[in-house]
Nanobody, 123 residues
């Protein structure tokens, strides 16, 4: 599957952005989808995930209550709505897809990656 992320940009602290990830392939609904981010000089970290069954969602603690992940299997897209953005949310954001099992929180458990979209939050 190929993933194409979009929607990044420059926003002031407290503002909002909506990231979108479009996926190719006919079996999108069978993939669990996740968002990760990587700030300069830091490791890639988990942000949010949406499972392939039951609609379970997972968030890292720092974004709970501010970010919302959603998916539209009819359109093969997954979105990340980001509200109340903070300067520490600045990073390149990646969408990822997986069919394997294991923790949603580890990037090692994802099979496919998009190219990343830059989010910059100014103070």
């Amino acid at each position: 599957v190929q993933l194409q992320a979009s929607g990044g940009g420059l926003v002031q602290a407290g503002g909002s952005l909506r990231l979108s990830c479009a996926a190719s392939g006919r079996t999108f609904s069978t993939y669990a989808m996740g968002w990760f981010r990587q700030a300069p000089g830091k490791e890639r970290e988990f942000v949010a995930a949406f499972s392939w069954s039951g609609g379970n969602t997972y968030y890292t603690d720092s974004v709970k209550g501010r970010f919302t992940i959603s998916r539209d299997d009819a359109k093969n897209t997954v979105a990340l709505q980001m509200n109340s953005l903070k300067p520490e949310d600045t990073a390149v954001y990646y969408c990822a897809a997986r069919v394997r099992s294991g923790s949603f929180y580890s990037p090692r458990n994802y099979d496919y990656w998009g190219q990343g979209t830059l989010v910059t939050v100014s103070s």
